[in-house]
């Protein structure tokens, strides 16, 4: 707890020092309004960040104990502070390899420095090193672990042995709670005949039709979507009234223009949200029909907007001001999300789990593998969308997609993401540019391997359709937004 104490203190205190505004509107408005939200907002953050040190720094002071109590040495509480301080390092530089491996975007959302200073290390890193060095880690661990259980029951201590019994049961669960990402099982259910077909739309933010090898794109990207447009009907002739997220889900989900359903932009007050026309959900509803949306922070506006579905997977408004707020500061931003990108983060800090520019792909597939699975077995038929930000801005996907077409030997500050998009200036400035100030080259091929990484996500999910033996009674659709 002291170390925890200490540790929060000063990332909280630099993480305000360090906090960029927006500008002096936003600022004055933030100010004059949200005070007092924006003090609870940092304190909340600061209360998950000492919670978690504590956690953490805890199991080097338990292992302490296990081995003072087993040899039956004087507790020494420097040591056992220097035993947490070791504990709580290890497991942060774990988690931050981990990330910048596997998903670098999630540390460059919140990082405030340059990317390249990160390159020599992210070099020296692959799975087989990760998978090692937490095989040894764990490894480690249970030895010593093992050997002071045995050395205890054998001196017949049976107080400390209970107590280090309690604390596995305790640390066992909360490490499987916070250390691992979601896995979603597909459930095994009797799957139900209907006559009306099941509908499923699979759709990612700003996938462009130009890169599909449907539409003749030189790079292999998109095999099972051709395979889809090949077996299925392929409309090429596509066009969106208002190129932002919520009119194009609205008109996709209406059949109407934005003047009809009154959606002209992505912010949108409670009123508009309550659509004056009819959507699809509520059309299939009419005919018997369960729905369902699954989205990341992309598809927010799927559960804003009132479209009728029974069943809502994703973020709240990120429109939201006060959801924006709760995100935090960078730095201790930074430090959550090494442990937030799992069901701990999805279920008690929801504002980080589904941090925008973080691409939640996998997750997403295997939470909708479920989702298919439970609906085959309702005793009516099913329209469900996975709506996702694989392709969307700043292409920042997993591992080993964004690095499967870009030049190996890339130093720039875009090598796992495009960058100059942190702050609304840097926005403005970059679309006043001409084209020789972006890494073109290295943005495409990043955006090219976020588009592969959304194939695999379809080819996945079409063969787990067929696998369960839904796809003779479902329309599959796979679209761009």
């Not at 640390?171 to 799957?191: C, D, H, R, T, V």
Request: glycine share 6%; proline share 5%; with cysteine.
């Amino acid at each position: 707890m002291v170390m925890a104490f200490i540790f929060t203190g000063l990332l909280t205190v630099k993480s305000l020092v360090d906090f960029t505004m927006s500008g002096p509107t936003i600022q004055k408005e933030i100010t004059d309004n949200f005070f007092d939200y924006g003090i609870y907002a940092v304190a909340r953050l600061a209360c998950w960040v000492f919670l978690l040190s504590c956690y953490l720094a805890s199991i080097g002071v338990f292992i302490y104990f296990c081995i003072i109590s087993a040899c039956n040495w004087r507790y020494r509480w420097l040591l056992a502070l220097l035993s947490g301080i070791v504990s709580f390092v290890v497991i942060v530089l774990l988690q931050f390899f981990k990330h910048l491996l596997y998903s670098p975007s999630s540390i460059i959302s919140s990082s405030l420095y340059r990317n390249n200073r990160l390159y020599p290390l992210w070099e020296q890193l692959s799975p087989t090193l990760l998978n090692l060095g937490q095989l040894l880690l764990l490894s480690a661990l249970m030895v010593i672990i093992i050997f002071c259980l045995l050395k205890l029951i054998h001196h017949k201590r049976w107080q400390p042995l209970s107590y280090m019994s309690l604390n596995l049961a305790f640390f066992y669960p909360l490490f499987l709670s916070i250390g691992i990402q979601p896995n979603f099982e597909a459930i095994k259910a009797p799957i139900q005949t209907h006559e009306k077909p099941n509908i499923i739309m699979i759709g990612s933010d700003t996938l462009r039709a130009d890169r599909l090898g449907a539409f003749g794109y030189k790079r292999n990207l998109t095999p099972n979507i051709d395979t889809l447009a090949k077996e299925g009907v392929q409309f090429s002739n596509f066009f969106v009234p208002i190129a932002r997220t919520a009119p194009s889900l609205t008109s996709f989900l209406t059949g109407t223009w934005p003047h009809t359903h009154k959606i002209r932009d992505n912010y949108n007050s409670d009123e508009k949200v309550n659509l004056p026309v009819k959507t699809l959900p509520n059309i299939l509803a009419e005919s018997g029909y369960y729905s369902e949306a699954i989205t990341d922070w992309a598809g927010a506006d799927l559960g804003k907007i009132k479209f009728g579905f029974n069943k809502f997977s994703g973020p709240d408004d990120q429109w939201n001001l006060k959801y924006l707020m709760r995100q935090g500061p960078k730095d201790i931003r930074l430090f959550l999300t090494l442990f937030t990108q799992n069901e701990f983060g999805k279920t008690f800090l929801p504002e980080l789990y589904y941090l925008a520019g973080i691409p939640l792909t996998k997750e997403l597939e295997a939470y909708t593998k479920q989702r298919i699975s439970s609906l085959a077995s309702l005793n009516q038929p099913f329209f469900l969308t996975l709506f996702t930000s694989t392709t969307h801005i700043p292409f920042g996907c997993e591992y080993p997609y964004y690095s499967l077409y870009t030049d190996p030997t890339y130093l720039g500050e875009s090598k796992f993401l495009m960058s100059g998009l942190s702050t609304p200036s840097e926005i403005i400035n970059k679309q006043g540019q001409s084209k020789e100030a972006f890494d073109l080259k290295q943005i495409i091929d990043l955006y090219d391997g976020c588009v592969h990484d959304f194939d695999d996500t379809v080819g996945e999910l079409v063969n787990h359709i067929k696998k369960i033996g839904l796809d003779k009674n479902t329309i599959t659709r796979c679209s761009s937004f």
